[in-house]
């Protein structure tokens, strides 16, 4: 007994670098793992603070940026309104616009944390819970994909970003219905890939990848990027599709939160059927 | 004592307030980011306490990973570095080093550029596997730990010399 308390006496560094060792370890593994809770995330009191006063200096410099965006964005959302009074003033057609209520509600956001130069990268948002935003939720800015929500708090989230080794969503041709799955492979910020498209399907470099609506986090239809370079798999069944962004992703300022107002219904009936399976 | 106490809680804040605020953005090349937080641990005292000050650079690397939400990846190889600083100081230093008579502000140029960037590479290569966690990326994470190590060795070296006050 006496040399086992001498033991730990003389080793006690080398268990504390142990123990501490460890702990370090689990957490970097649960970071590595996108569906386990974190303990130490951005999204918090003293972070978010440190990084709101930060982005409120930032800001400034990019006020000029900002307001082009808005207004490209504001551009195209004009054209695209006309093109829908146009189609209900159509007496002919079915009234499908009119009353349906919208099925997926925008909520702006700041960005206070970007980061893409590392092989997991997370950003974290000036908005929480108190903003209605809840984990799950896709991000989006006007010109593509941005991720979705990982956790909040009552101010700030965190969001995983595409550029992050645990996130996959699904991709489609603009052109046809082909899907494939989007991830990416941790090392350049501009380029993602898809893989498993089909080998039937018509892929052409230069052709638009954007969301394909099936996974409920994104509406479909929104932009990813252009295809700038394709191979088939050793298999031939597959091409894999490296994808070039819309968004750059080093530059982030303003994006939106979707919010998918049928997300719960959705989810609630895939329960069913899997538990009925 | 308690002077010193003081000192290193202003440079822990200092030096943690300017790794976030600017040196996690500056992205050199696209994904360098030097790292020269890690210069607290460097210049703990020596004759510290080794629990208290294996504990302390546990804290100051999961401070590091609460603003940047990469996990355990700083507090691991803060951890590291903190337990193998006595080798480190052996190796540079000398066999017949002593503790107390070492001042860091006191050393020739060589033998602190040597201390300063043997931990440097040690905590980046254990830092960036933890981060790729992936060992088919072995040259990836060597070629960032190297790029990485070198703007990392030189910032800390030129933060040493310049906040050190030289007592002749």
């Known amino acids: 007994m006496q040399q086992i308390i001498n033991f730990l006496i003389r080793s006690k560094n080398f268990l504390l670098f142990a123990f501490l060792f460890f702990i370090s370890l689990v957490f970097t593994i649960q970071s590595h793992s996108y569906h386990k809770s974190k303990f130490i995330n951005s999204a918090n009191f003293l972070s978010g603070g440190v990084y709101e006063s930060l982005s409120n200096i930032q800001g400034y410099f990019h006020l000029k940026t900002y307001n082009q965006q808005l207004l490209d964005e504001n551009a195209r959302l004009r054209e695209n309104e006309s093109v829908l009074r146009t189609l209900v003033n159509q007496k002919d057609s079915l009234a499908i616009y009119t009353n349906a209520e919208s099925l997926f509600k925008y909520i702006p956001a700041k960005v206070l944390k970007n980061s893409y130069s590392k092989t997991d990268n997370i950003i974290t948002l000036k908005a929480g819970r108190r903003d209605s935003i809840a984990p799950e939720m896709g991000v989006i800015t006007s010109q593509g994909i941005v991720g979705f929500i990982e956790k909040t708090s009552t101010k700030y989230s965190t969001v995983l970003s595409i550029l992050n080794t645990n996130f996959k969503t699904n991709a489609k041709l603009r052109s046809s219905e082909h899907y494939g799955t989007l991830e990416w492979n941790g090392q350049n910020p501009n380029v993602m890939t898809v893989i498993d498209m089909q080998e039937q399907a018509p892929v052409k470099i230069g052709d638009t990848i954007e969301t394909s609506g099936q996974s409920a986090i994104f509406p479909k239809g929104i932009p990813i990027g252009t295809i700038e370079n394709l191979e088939l798999d050793n298999s031939k069944n597959f091409y894999t599709l490296s994808v070039r962004l819309f968004n750059d992703m080093t530059s982030l300022g303003h994006v939106y939160v979707i919010k998918n107002n049928d997300l719960e219904e959705i989810n609630a009936l895939e329960e069913n059927n899997t538990n009925e399976e | ?168």
């Not at chain 2, 507090?75 to 100081?89: D, E, Q, T």
């Not at chain 2, 008579?101 to 033998?111: D, Q």
């Not at chain 2, 960036?128 to 030189?154: A, C, D, Q």
Request: hydrophobic share 55%; charged share 10%.
């Open chain 2, 1 to 168: 004592m308690k002077n010193s106490v003081l000192v290193n809680s202003v440079r822990f804040i200092c030096l943690i307030l300017a790794q976030v605020l600017i040196f996690n953005n500056i992205d050199f090349m696209g994904y360098i980011n030097p790292y020269p937080y890690m210069l607290f641990i460097l210049v703990f005292p020596f004759n510290a306490n080794r629990s208290l000050y294996l504990f302390i650079a546990f804290l100051t690397g999961l401070t590091m990973d609460m603003f940047d939400n990469s996990g355990g990846i700083h507090a691991a190889a803060c951890l590291v570095i903190a337990y193998f600083r006595p080798i480190a100081l052996r190796l540079t230093f000398g066999v017949s080093y002593e503790y107390n008579a070492i001042k860091l502000p006191n050393v020739s140029f060589y033998e602190r550029l040597v201390y300063i960037s043997s931990l440097v590479f040690v905590h980046h290569l254990v830092l960036f596997s933890l981060e790729v966690f992936n060992i088919s990326n072995i040259i990836y994470i060597l070629k960032k730990t190297l790029f990485t190590g070198i703007f990392t060795s030189i910032l800390c070296l030129m933060f040493n010399i310049l906040f050190s006050s030289r007592r002749e």
